[in-house]
């Protein structure tokens, strides 16, 4: 029988049981009466003790009664998700040792419990909480978890409704009690809210829709215990949805047959106010509807909102365009170690590059972002949703005061509907006084259609948008009618242009037809300007929007133009490069082809004609030229021309658009002494002739330029690299092209970066690479120069070698061989003895003032002058002085002169060495290499010695040898000091011999030994 029956094994779950999911090895036996378990095990599970059985059952084997000893370590509380014990996704490790006791039907639980790393969805409590756990299917549950800042204590009856509760995380705390069997209160502070993301049974369509929630709520509810129904108000601070982030929150909830109502909501962000009363009917498809009232609401705000709920147009929502951190990472220039004005001129070559930057964007003539769009709103916003109906609802707005920069509209109306496929506009309008612009219509969905119109609009505003290069002036009326499908629009309509202006010529007569249909457009413009012969384009292109299905059934193109005389300035909508002026001249085209391969056939002509070039100061005039379009080239059959009184001729043939196609007779353009202004670039003579290959729009320059007779001023092109390294070659930008295009410079070619240098240059530089990222080979000779470096003036040293050399691999980014030298002036601060046989001289009254000659090595890449100046610059002098002591003096004495107080002679030396320089960049210039010519200020004391005297310097110096020197010295502004003759010789590093001697008879010799120390 069972009861003398004995047995002893193992049996083996491989799924596990309930919670415990990894599979269980169990030792067991039986002793008649009880299932003895010796060990059960699992990872991080074990568990002893026995298990009353009943083998005699009339209903058949039954388990009854239980005694075990359970050890759980490491238990992840997210398995609890699988026994659906919470509501909100739990995360975190759990350690458990208690007694397992009761009947199978009425199981009992007391353990020990240490939790950590205890995270309620977005919620973290203190990473180690331990307590108790008590368990009985009849008493309820009681748990009490603690730590140094939070805790967790529960009590639930045993049909698991709340008796107490109170839960504190760090300045949070929910603390309840039942009033009643049947009522239980609870008063919640300071809880976050985002403890609820994940929580709601909503759908994956609807989470993607909306955004995550936070914030900090307080408040209070009442739970009936019997119906589950609740009542409650909150508060919440800061309360954000998603990107949305609004100042308070505040409202009352309702939670009746599982129904959820909030009413009385009102959201506070600055001066906007938005009242919600919404609804959220609970089950297997969630459904919920509101309605939201804007008062004194600003649009950002509502963008914001709008961003975090996703509202979704056509087939699918599209994704925020968001970037990654990856992507605002800072680069280090490691400008730290540099002296200030470096790091100030750095800091200025940072903010011209963000203004070209910023120039480019506005140059794009891309549409304003309207996601910074402001504004006043007010209106009031229906919606309703389920899981499977998704998001729809209905909205009627008003906006006024709009600022899209850099429009400004006086109001806007919205009214209409949508759904998750389609929007219902009836209407939208946005006016700006006599300006308006409406539609009525269904946009998306398998069937669209909608009434655009368009009241007088400001030409200007869309040539704006575009970007054209022209004066386009007057007002835009007209209208367009929408059909078809979402993925393949037909678009039919006339746009008219009235009271407007093409560069100041009156505009008779401007319309256009166009017609939309299958992923083709098909125009028809007819235009007048400023004279009686109309301007006719008309054409048919296959064009597919970004989100249509369809694609055009053919490639072919076909578009006829004729333009006559000063209709002629519409090809200013075509390039930006060069704009007509003025003149008489015909042009008659047809392209035909596809868009892949255009044929191009037609005739150009110009008869005294005058055109613009923004890179040009200057207009190019008494243009004449015939010019054919033969399929896939043009040929220039002749081309002359004059600007700033030179000639100018071209001839040839350039393809159109096959940069591969090898022509018998390239394009050649020829320049006679022709004087050039380019903007910001180059001032003088040129001469030469080009050879333009590659195609019009992609076009190579190649040839022999000389210049002459001119500057060249050197821009910031390589200000930004910092680093010395091999440039990376540009991959967009102007499609310009060299190819060996050699760069003469001749006779009187002045480089400059005014008030930094300027040097005579002579030598030749081969071009090739583009326009945007040149890669220039060659070496520019320096024949003479001066270069400001702090407050002095240095000059190029023709003893020696200067140059800079040009390499492909660096681009704009020369290597420097530079040697220059100056003179500064220092007073000798020494004494003479009680030695000194001539009493009738004072010390310090004659030979006091010292020549210092400074010479400044430069080698290294002209980029590194930013950032390792100390690395490429090589500072010395004559006497011999110490770094610190030659950057003192080349200061001007600004540095001494601020230390001492002597705020008088600091403000002389700024002020006077800007002026001072330049005369004596004219006079070196003039009086050759060994010869020296210098002015300087100098503040003298009077007489008495209580006031000093502002003087001007003079002195005129020749290099006998590099050893040997004589100078000649003169205070001009006073007369009481008669001129000083100077002669040096430098023996060694440590002994010079010098003397002074004036008109006076006044004499001095000076045999020196210097040690710095």
């Known amino acids: 029988s069972s009861k003398t029956a004995r047995a002893k094994g193992s049996v083996r779950f491989s799924k596990g049981l309930s919670l415990i999911q990894d599979p269980i090895t169990a030792q067991i036996q039986w002793d008649g009466r009880k299932i003895l378990v010796d060990r059960a095990s699992a990872t991080d599970f074990v568990a002893r003790g026995t298990v009353g059985a009943s083998l005699d059952d009339p209903s058949g084997p039954q388990l009854t009664t239980l005694n075990l000893n359970v050890l759980a370590n490491n238990f992840k509380l997210n398995r609890l998700a699988a026994a659906g014990l919470p509501q909100n996704p739990l995360h975190g490790l759990a350690d458990l040792n208690g007694t397992l006791g009761g009947t199978i039907t009425a199981p009992t639980l007391r353990s020990t419990l240490q939790v950590q790393d205890l995270k309620v969805s977005d919620v973290a409590f203190e990473s180690y909480l331990a307590g108790n756990l008590k368990f009985n299917t009849s008493q309820g549950l009681q748990l009490n978890l603690e730590g140094d800042r939070d805790r967790i204590n529960v009590a639930l009856d045993g049909q698991q409704l709340p008796i107490a509760l109170d839960i504190r995380r760090d300045n949070a705390t929910i603390v309840g009690r039942r009033n009643s069997p049947n009522t239980f209160a609870a008063v919640f502070a300071e809880v976050p809210v985002s403890a609820l993301n994940g929580s709601l049974n909503l759908s994956q369509q609807l989470g993607q829709q909306l955004g995550q929630v936070s914030g900090l709520a ?74 939201l009232v804007l008062a004194q609401a600003q649009i950002e705000n509502l963008i914001a909102l709008g961003q975090s709920f996703r509202l979704p147009l056509g087939q699918e929502a599209s994704s925020s365009n968001l970037g990654r951190a990856a992507d605002v990472q800072t680069i280090d220039v490691n400008l730290a170690e540099i002296p200030l004005w470096q790091q100030l001129q750095r800091l200025a070559e940072v903010d011209q590059f963000l203004a070209q930057q910023k120039a480019k964007q506005t140059a794009n003539g891309t549409l304003p972002d309207w996601q910074k769009l402001k504004g006043q709103i007010a209106g009031s916003v229906q919606f309703s949703g389920s899981q499977k109906t998704g998001l729809k609802g209905s909205f009627d707005l008003n906006a006024q005061n709009l600022d899209l920069d850099p429009y400004r509209f006086d109001r806007a109306i919205a009214k209409g509907q949508w759904t998750p496929t389609a929007l219902t506009v009836e209407p939208l309008t946005i006016a700006q006084g006599e300006s308006s612009a409406s539609f009525v219509g269904r946009l998306g969905g398998p069937k669209q259609s909608g009434q655009l119109t368009v009241t007088r609009v400001p030409l200007d505003s869309v040539a704006d948008i575009l970007n054209l290069p022209v004066n386009l002036t007057g007002k835009i009326n007209g209208n367009a009618t929408l059909s078809g499908r979402w993925d393949n629009p037909k678009v039919q309509g006339q746009f008219d242009v ?126 004449n030229t015939s010019i054919r379009f033969d399929s896939d080239r043009i040929t220039v059959e002749s081309l002359t021309g004059r600007y700033n009184q030179g000639a100018l001729t071209a001839a040839g043939n350039l393809p159109i658009f096959d940069n591969t196609l090898q022509l018998s007779n390239p394009l050649s353009v020829n320049l006679n002494n022709t004087a050039f202004n380019l903007k910001g670039l180059y001032k003088g003579q040129a001469s030469g002739s080009l050879n333009v290959t590659g195609s019009a729009f992609q076009p190579t320059l190649g040839g022999v330029i000389a210049l002459q007779n001119g500057q060249v001023l050197l821009s910031s092109a390589t200000a930004l690299n910092t680093t010395g390294t091999p440039q990376t070659p540009a991959t967009a930008g102007n499609p310009l092209e060299f190819k060996n295009l050699q760069v003469r410079l001749g006779q009187n070619i002045r480089l400059s970066q005014p008030p930094v240098l300027s040097f005579i240059a002579t030598g030749q530089v081969d071009l090739n690479g583009s326009i945007d990222a040149p890669r220039p080979n060659g070496i520019v000779n320096f024949e003479k120069g001066q270069v400001n470096l702090f407050t002095t003036l240095f000059r190029i040293d023709r003893r020696r070698q200067n140059f800079a050399r040009f390499t492909p691999t660096y681009g704009l980014d020369p290597y420097l061989n530079l040697s220059l030298r100056t003179t500064v002036t220092d007073v000798i601060s020494g004494r003479t003895t009680d030695l000194n046989e001539f009493k009738d001289i004072q010390p310090g009254s004659l030979g006091s003032i010292e020549s210092v000659k400074v010479r400044a090595t430069i080698q290294g890449r002209a980029s590194q002058l930013g950032t390792r100046f ?29 230390e001492s107080g002597n705020a008088q002679g600091a403000l002389v030396n700024l002020a006077s060495s800007a002026f001072l320089n330049r005369v004596q960049g004219v006079v070196d210039d003039v009086l050759g290499g060994r010869v020296n010519f210098r002015l300087f200020p100098l503040l003298t004391p009077t007489k008495n010695n209580t006031s000093t005297v502002l003087e001007l310097g003079a002195e005129l110096g020749l290099d006998v040898t590099d050893k040997l020197s004589v100078s000649l010295l003169q205070v001009l502004t006073s007369t009481n000091d008669s001129p000083q003759i100077n002669i040096n010789y430098d023996i060694n590093n440590q002994f010079r011999a010098r003397g002074s001697v004036n008109l006076q008879g006044d004499a001095v010799g000076i045999l020196e030994y210097r040690i710095r120390f």
């Open 498 to 623: 009235v009271e407007g202006t093409l560069n100041r010529a009156q505009i008779q007569q401007a319309t256009t037809q166009f017609d939309y249909d299958n992923a083709r457009l098909a125009f028809n413009g007819l235009a007048t300007i400023g004279s009686p012969e109309p301007i006719t384009v008309k054409g048919t292109v296959p064009y597919a929007l970004p989100f249509s299905a369809v694609k055009p059934q053919s490639k072919q193109v076909d578009i006829t133009m004729s333009v006559k005389d000063r209709g002629l300035a519409l090809a200013n909508l075509f390039t930006d490069q060069i704009a007509w002026v003025d003149g008489q001249g015909q042009l008659n085209l047809q392209v035909t082809g596809t868009v892949d391969r255009p044929l191009m056939k037609g005739a150009l002509a110009f008869q005294n004609a005058t055109l613009q070039s923004p890179s040009l100061t200057e207009p190019l005039t008494q243009v």
């Open 218 to 291: 307080s408040g209070s509810v009442n739970v009936d215990l019997r119906t589950r129904d609740a009542v409650g108000s909150f508060v919440v601070e800061r309360p954000g949805l998603g990107r949305f982030l609004g100042d308070r929150l505040t409202g009352r909830v309702r939670y009746a047959k599982g129904v959820g109502t909030l009413s009385d909501a009102l959201l506070v962000q600055g001066e906007s106010r938005y009242q919600l009363d919404a609804n959220l009917i609970t089950g297997l498809d969630p459904k919920f509807s509101g309605r």
């Open 870 to 898: 100390n690395d490429v610059l090589e500072l010395s002098s004559t006497p011999n002085r110490s770094q610190n002591e030659i950057l003192a003096l080349l200061s001007g004495g600004v540095s001494q002169s601020l």
